[in-house]
């Protein structure tokens, strides 16, 4: 899944990236996995905006595995609402009058039918060991491009276990990269 997205993701980019493939492909391999820290990479190409995220499962849930109590559910269940919600935990310009086309989400640790996907019913094993991540998907369409120039990241406020997000942007003026905080939740091009 990642894979076809950095691809989709990278294509309008090839001429921004002339010269500069090493750092255009070093900057979308993943990060290390850090409780507490997220990444965040946007694109954002003509009246399309674009978010790829990846974090910690445990920044979103308080665990890493299939939920095994009425309790894990419920966590699971309340997440997953938020982080498809339009409108509710990542905010493009509102004079761009965006709307929200798609959200993927996926996790080794939890099933497509927990996080709303197609797919099996079948729990992961709820013994994994390790790390488990959430990878989510999101793509909106703006009326007013012109006017598109930040995104407000309200996963924080959501999700009180985030501390820090290390947010990539290609955008219409080339590349840059940011960090977010719970106080500074905003990242504009």
């Given amino acids: 899944m990642q894979a076809k997205l950095r691809a989709a993701l990278l294509r ?33 190409d ?55 086309q798609k959200v993927s989400l996926a996790s080794a640790a939890l099933t497509p039918a927990m996080l709303g996907e197609p797919g099996t019913a079948t729990p992961p094993s709820a013994d994994e060991p390790g790390h488990a991540d959430l990878d989510g998907e999101f793509s909106w369409q703006c009326a007013k491009p012109e006017f598109l120039h930040s995104l407000r990241v309200d996963l924080f406020l ?19 990269a940011t960090t977010l905080t719970g106080t500074h939740r905003t990242v504009q091009w």
Avoid at 24 to 35: D, K, S, T
Avoid at 158 to 176: C, I, T
């Fill in 46 to 100: 003509g009246n399309a905006l674009s978010a790829e995220l990846e974090s910690p499962l445990d920044n979103i849930l308080g665990f890493e595995h299939a939920p095994g109590s009425a309790q894990e559910q419920q966590a699971v269940t309340l997440a997953v609402t938020a982080l498809r919600k339009p409108g509710g935990i990542l905010l493009p310009t509102p004079a761009a009058q965006c709307t929200l």
């Fill in 12 to 44: 309008p980019l090839t001429i921004v990236c002339l010269g500069l493939v090493g750092p255009c492909v070093q900057a979308h391999e993943p990060g290390a996995h850090v409780h507490g820290q997220a990444v965040l990479r946007v694109v954002v």
């Fill in 158 to 176: 959501a999700f009180p276990r985030l501390h820090k997000m290390q947010v990539e942007v290609a955008g219409p003026k080339g590349q840059s």
